[in-house]
């Protein structure tokens, strides 16, 4: 059947227009449904494999079956039908690619995605399994990733029926033996756990860039696959981590029996893989994967490789506590980056002892006790700010010697007739002195101004004709700043505010630059009415990171 733009082909209510796969069985077409206007794909079955009447009837009870599938990992099934002995399935057009067209161009896929798309074929089959459909040909073909980040399963319309030797495409049993379970391969009955034996291949491939059993022949295939064990998938790839590989291991288990039983017990060991991973949006890296799926995997590598280094550098600050903690992150590190320099340089200070922690370590000390008494002082200032403008203060009485408003003067006593004795009421305004007026350029002071220099203005008045030398102001107090090996790090916002560099507090922006730890770090930012602004950023020994931000209000 050739079918070109210029001589579409029409079958029943639909126009094929463009053949976009073709295999064993059948041929499959983009098009259109008539009727309703819309996308369409249409699987054509191969005109000698129509002569066989039994795998036609199957293939139309099956296909009704599949019609009754409604979920979001299942390629809906819109209408099953026959026009001069061409057989149809016209299904739910996919806009994407399927994931055996994504391993000719990258063989390995990472971790992240690997685990999530299995987890989604996972559903689907949970839910044919609990209506009672065996898929039996769950393989890279028959999975759909659409550019808008859907991951579904295709095929569910066509039996396969490996008992059935009539049924042959060039000599080859129709199927596909590498994707096959072992009671498939050896002729014995099966249920739905012979889809997760299936799905257990897939993962093993995507994830490794191998199928677990191979073979030159059929038969040899058939035989590894009900007699072999696979290489471990961790001698193939560095990063998988035993928890993967015991997923792995437990998908294709020979007997039947000890591998997982349903769908469900599969995607639960996938969710707890799946936590260890910083993942937003799931459908995000799954249509930004299918898109481009080089560019993908490499930002997934280097997020992942900043992921470690940045626990690994906290946890060198924490000290000998974690010291061990340390070292597995700079490990992790090098696997995926295996000429990080730094991570190196860490690896080799940490495991040879030259790592001094005791400065660190008195350094946090520090910085636990200036965060209880710097909010104490800020809290005395303000009192004593208070009492001066309220009256309750005069510093030029107290100077003078002059006693303070509301307090009994004893010495009074005797130069007052009869010693009778003067009291002075606490509230009585006539002799309390009046609040110091603030001038033009106090009103006007930016945010930006310390705030330790505005109360010094306030608080000290020059008399006229004298001239007052300006405060210097004291330094900020950040803890680690007794590094020999550093960068340097300069942060500025508007309005200012606190800020913490790996979880640590440092005090408020706008200070002098802070000395880092060469490599990345955690800013976080923070201020009252103003949104939570976190920065990585990475730090070179002798050179200057300088951080600049306007805060968004929180409303």
Known sequence: MVITKDKPLRIANFELTDLIGSGGMANIYKGVQLSLERPVAIKVLHQHLTANED????????????????????????????????????????????????????????????????????????????????????????????????????????????????????????????????????????????????????????????????????????????????????????????????????ALIKDVDSRFQDAEDLIIGLDEELSGYVIPSPKKIISGFVRNPIRTTEKLRTDRISKHMETALYLVNVGHGRLTDAIKEFEN?????????????????????????????????????????????????GLLIVALFSGWLDIGNLKSGNKMPGVKDESAKADQPGNEQIKYEIGEQANLPKPP????????????????????AAQVK??????????????????????????????????????????????????????????????EIEADGYKIERKRIFTEEGKTESVNLVLKPSR
């Not at 950040?478 to 505010?497: C, F, K, R, S, V």
């Open 55 to 250: 795998f036609v009837t199957r293939f139309k009870q099956e296909a009704k079956q599949a019609a009754i599938l409604q979920h979001q990992n299942i390629v809906s099934i819109i209408d099953y039908g026959h026009q001069d002995d061409e057989y149809f399935i016209a299904m739910e057009y996919i806009d994407g690619q399927n994931l055996k067209e994504i391993l000719t161009r990258i063989k390995r896929l990472p971790l992240e995605v690997a685990l999530l798309i299995i987890k989604e074929v996972a559903g689907g089959l949970k839910y044919a399994h609990s209506n009672g459909l065996i898929h039996r040909d769950i393989k890279p073909a028959n999975i759909m990733l659409a550019k808008d980040g859907r991951v579904m399963i295709t095929d569910f319309g066509i039996a396969k029926t490996h008992g059935d030797m009539s049924i042959t495409v060039t000599g080859q049993t129709v199927g596909s033996p590498a994707y096959m379970s072992p009671e498939q391969a050896a002729g014995r009955p099966i249920d739905n756990r012979c889809d997760l034996f299936s799905l257990g291949i897939v993962l093993y491939e995507i994830i490794t860039g191998e199928k677990p059993f191979k073979g030159e022949t059929y038969q040899q295939v058939v035989t590894n696959i009900i007699s072999s064990l696979p290489e471990e998938p961790s001698k193939l790839r560095i990063d998988v981590t035993p928890s993967i590989e015991t997923i792995i291991r437990k």
């Open 437 to 456: 007026l603030l001038n033009n350029a106090d009103i006007d002071q930016k945010q930006t101004t310390p705030l330790a220099q505005k109360t010094s």
């Open 462 to 523: 020059p008399k006229a004709g004298e001239s007052v030398s300006p405060k210097p102001v004291p330094q900020a107090i950040y803890p680690n700043q007794n590094l020999t090996q550093y960068g340097l790090m300069e942060i500025i916002t508007d309005p200012p505010a606190n800020f913490s560099v790996d979880f640590k507090p440092y005090g408020q922006t706008g200070g002098p630059a802070v000395k880092l730890s060469p490599g990345r770090h955690i800013v």
């Open 333 to 381: 590190v090098l696997r995926f980056d295996k000429n990080n320099k730094l991570a190196k340089e860490y690896l080799d200070r940490l495991k040879s002892g030259q790592q001094d922690f005791s400065s660190k370590q008195q350094a946090n000390k520090i910085g636990q006790i200036l965060r209880w008494i710097i909010p104490a002082a800020i809290l005395i200032s």
